[in-house]
T-cell receptor, first 115, second 108 residues
Framework: DVKVTQSSRYLVKRTGEKVFLECVQD?????MFWYRQDPGLGLRLIYF???????EKGDIPEGYSVSREKKERFSLILESASTNQTSMYLC??????????????FGPGTRLTVL | KNEVEQSPQNLTAQEGEFITINCSYS?????LHWLQQHPGGGIVSLFM???GKKKHGRLIATINIQEKHSSLHITASHPRDSAVYIC??????????FGTGTSLTVIP
């Protein structure tokens, strides 16, 4: 059974704190993604990675950075959390094989509140 | 601009009703995805299709490539079908375009 896990389901942080969100997949997928989901806006891509140490900016990278040191792990970092980063964060992974038609597998999400 | 538009945004149905959720897209795609998100956040993939029609249990997904339109149908709806349904279009790269979702509530 394929699995994408995220380090926390709920997280409360203070403005200015550095926040780490971890995502691990056990499917040996090359591609990993970080999204945020806000009411009325749907899922928006923050960053994605297509290989170890490789990353590309998505639609809303400002205020975020990422790290991919191992194939199975993709971390999202909020360097200095702000209240407008309060959101649901979803990680996903996808195989590159036959890549055009492969689905994404999502983690359970982390609901982050920044006070 | 929204590359993927869904309708309706919210839908309430009585148990047993036939439900249709619509999705229109404006970009070239290699596949169209229907996703389900239950309260609590996790998203699961229901269908991935590039042409025609797929069926899984009481769920049916169709796509019309010429009209750039897809529909998700639920037959004999049940309260456990209550969830947010998300349409997404993917292209040959790693780009996914997501609709904003349809929140479905099925009342017993």
């Amino acid at each position: 059974d394929v699995k994408v896990t995220q380090s926390s389901r709920y997280l409360v942080k203070r403005t200015g704190e550095k926040v780490f969100l971890e995502c691990v997949q056990d499917m040996d997928h090359e591609n990993m993604f970080w999204y945020r989901q806000d009411p009325g806006l749907g899922l928006r891509l923050i960053y994605f990675s297509y290989d170890v140490k490789m990353k590309e900016k998505g639609d809303i990278p400002e205020g975020y950075s990422v790290s991919r040191e191992k194939k199975e792990r993709f971390s999202l970092i909020l360097e200095s959390a702000s209240t407008n980063q309060t959101s649901m964060y979803l990680c996903a992974s996808r195989s590159r094989l036959g890549s055009s038609y492969n689905e994404q597998f999502f983690g359970p999400g982390t609901r982050l509140t920044v006070l | 601009k929204n590359e993927v538009e869904q309708s309706p945004q919210n839908l309430t149905a009585q148990e047993g009703e036939f439900i249709t959720i619509n999705c229109s897209y404006s970009v070239g795609i290699s596949a169209l995805h229907w996703l389900q998100q239950h309260p609590g956040g996790g998203i699961v993939s229901l269908f991935m299709l590039s042409s025609g029609k797929k069926k899984h249990g009481r769920l049916i997904a169709t796509i019309n490539i010429q009209e750039k339109h897809s529909s998700l149908h639920i037959t004999a709806s049940h309260p456990r079908d209550s969830a947010v349904y998300i349409c997404a279009a993917s292209n040959t790269g790693n780009q996914f375009y997501f609709g904003t979702g349809t929140s479905l509530t099925v009342i017993p």
